[in-house]
């Protein structure tokens, strides 16, 4: 079930209640336009960070071999996991994710998010589950893919949230995570409808952006998701393809910028258009590849052309994209035989942060940008 601040009004009570929650706050009756001014301040009350919190947020990118796989850890250890990576490989995926939780110091996830129901982001939900504690899943509703494979691992996901905690989020929902504020972008193919707040200007970029085609596999209802963290801004799109990034950026741009962009899609070309990328802004990107999946030479070099882009990471070195289109070896978690290693980011609430490459424990601090908003 969905969990929302919804405006009730009635004989006994008339105010902001949380749905399927506990708690409610009174208030006069207003006009509409003045409720929905009231929305969005309690919304940022109760989802900005407390000013006693000092541990940082922790976010993993686990190695699941061109899946997708990250783990966001909050000051209070309440934490998030969006997608879970292959099934198969004897546990493989579900056993690095297990090992980066224990890295980590949880003992349980919160919440597991599944972007879409494509095998290489919902294929590990059984085996983890074999595996973890899960406190609720969280999805966008029902498979929209019309073909045999999303029909099968669908119904491998549906028999495991049957016996568990579930809701399904819709575009402007929110996921609550004490400390952190995670906003829906997009789900089941929509999209948030305002600007978020210091976003909506004119995006110059899309002039000169193709038209491009319709997707009807569930790549396109992928659930797209900002994570704030006071001033630090992260942002992860699963598997949205151009058409629907481009909703979100053109005309005007909804989201704003960023610190850290997790490369949507693996860095194929399908996906990253240049509209939404390069008015995204990123200090830093991320690129949850594997050696034969992703990081598309195309994908790659829009990235890597971003303005303001001060380092490009990689899951794995892009063996068929060539050395030009591959970020320096340091930045690199995973290359030639070996696999499992995992890049690690952690941000402090003033906008600073550090990414570390498990695998040879380079690590980079970004200070926060002076006069950012």
Request: hydrophobic fraction near 40%.
């Amino acid at each position: 079930m969905n969990k929302r601040l919804i405006w009730v009004e009635g004989d006994d009570f008339t105010g902001w209640c949380c749905s399927h929650c506990t708690w409610a706050i009174t208030a006069p009756r207003l006009e509409s336009t003045v409720a929905a001014l009231v929305f969005a301040l309690v919304t940022a009350v109760l989802s900005a960070p407390t000013a006693l919190a000092k541990t940082p947020i922790q976010i993993y990118f686990v190695d699941v071999e061109g899946g997708q796989a990250t783990l966001a850890v909050g000051p209070s250890h309440e934490s998030l996991l969006i997608d879970t990576g292959w099934p198969g490989f004897n546990g493989r995926d579900a056993e690095r994710i297990v090992r980066v939780a224990k890295a980590a110091k949880i003992k349980q996830i919160d919440y597991v998010l599944i972007t879409h129901y494509q095998r290489d982001h919902v294929g590990g939900v059984t085996q983890l589950a074999e595996r973890m504690k899960i406190g609720e899943f969280v999805d966008h509703g029902p498979n929209l893919e019309d073909s045999d494979v999303a029909r099968e691992d669908y119904a491998a996901y549906e028999k495991v949230i049957a016996k568990a905690r579930h809701m399904s989020v819709r575009a402007g929902d929110g996921i609550p995570i004490k400390d952190l504020a995670v906003r829906v972008l997009t789900a089941a193919g929509e999209r948030i409808n305002d600007p978020l707040p210091g976003a909506g200007e004119a995006n110059p970029y899309c002039d000169s952006e193709p038209d491009a085609p319709v997707d009807a596999t569930e790549n396109a209802r992928s659930i797209g998701v900002l994570i704030t963290f006071g001033r630090f801004r992260f942002i992860d799109l699963g598997d949205l393809t151009r058409k629907k990034e481009l909703e979100l950026a053109c005309v005007n741009h909804l989201v704003g910028r960023v610190d850290l962009y997790l490369v949507t899609h693996h860095g194929l070309d399908q996906s990253n258009a240049k509209a939404l990328v390069w008015a995204l802004h990123p200090r830093v990107a991320i690129m949850n590849n594997g050696p034969h999946k992703g990081g598309s030479p195309e994908a790659w070099q829009t990235v890597d052309d971003s303005p303001g882009l001060e380092d490009f990471w990689q899951l794995h070195y892009a063996e068929d994209a060539g050395k030009e289109h591959n970020t320096d070896e340091e930045f690199i978690a995973n290359s030639g035989s070996r696999d499992g290693n995992y890049i690690r980011v952690v941000a402090k609430p003033d906008g600073t942060f550090t990414v570390e490459n498990s695998r040879n424990r380079f690590r980079k601090e970004y200070k926060a940008l002076s006069g950012k908003d």
